[in-house]
T-cell receptor, first 112, second 111 residues
């Protein structure tokens, strides 16, 4: 079974709409990372969350880690075509400094 | 260097041949990770280096896969007797203990 579950698997939204992607684990997440990937490219780092209840924002993207450190959400406000891509959450499940375990990703398309 | 560099960016090889994939991490990053991303799949962990030693090789799918790192810097992932199921994007990441920076990957196609 997948240690990190992402939902939804894919998402199509109209430009200007808000959206949320979730990342859930049954284990404590010591470090939670959000990355974006475009086809044929590497992973672009978005944000890292470590503390329960932590929230970070960059431009129109906000990420939160719940108090129990078992779930994170990524929220995009007023989506744009440039937000399209695959969003991946990765976490240090074994402890701080451990390798990243990744979810299966969420494929986002934004219709102009 | 400024980022993690991987070469080649694309590799097409015949089934049964050996391939070597190279990763040049960010200077000073002691930790180096190899991942594999198959079509429609998430990232699958392969192996982790701390310096030149590999404390975690648990993700290597078979004994056809091996990796080494020299001088605490460049790493090479070798796949012997390639099979079609080895076709994937192989990603390398490096870290200095806070955050992970990924390279652009090597797209391997076994025909």
């Amino acid at each position: 079974s997948q240690e990190l579950e992402q939902s939804p698997q894919s998402l199509i939204v109209q430009e200007g709409k808000n959206l949320t992607i979730n990342c859930t684990s049954s284990k404590t997440l010591y470090g939670l990372y959000w990355y974006k990937q475009k086809y044929g490219e590497g992973l672009i780092f978005l944000m890292m969350l470590q503390k329960g209840g932590e929230e970070k924002s960059h431009e129109k993207i906000t990420a939160k880690l719940d108090e129990k450190k078992q779930q994170s959400s990524l929220h995009i406000t007023a989506s744009q075509p440039s937000h399209a891509g695959i969003y991946l959450c990765g976490a240090e499940i074994g402890g701080s400094g451990d390798k990243l375990t990744f979810g299966t990703g969420t494929r986002l398309a934004v219709r102009p | 260097g400024a980022g993690v560099s991987q070469s080649p960016s694309n590799k097409v090889t015949e089934k049964g041949k050996d391939v070597e994939l190279r990763c040049d991490p960010i200077s000073g990053h002691t930790a180096l990770y190899w991942y594999r991303q198959s079509l429609g799949q998430g990232l699958e962990f392969l192996i982790y280096f701390q310096g030149n030693s590999a404390p975690d090789k648990s993700g290597l799918p078979s004994d056809r896969f091996s990796a080494e790192r020299t001088g605490g810097s460049v790493s090479t992932l070798t796949i012997q007797r390639t099979q079609q199921e080895d076709s994937a994007v192989y990603l390398c990441a490096s870290s200095h203990g806070y955050g992970y920076t990924f390279g652009s990957g090597t797209r391997l196609t076994v025909v």
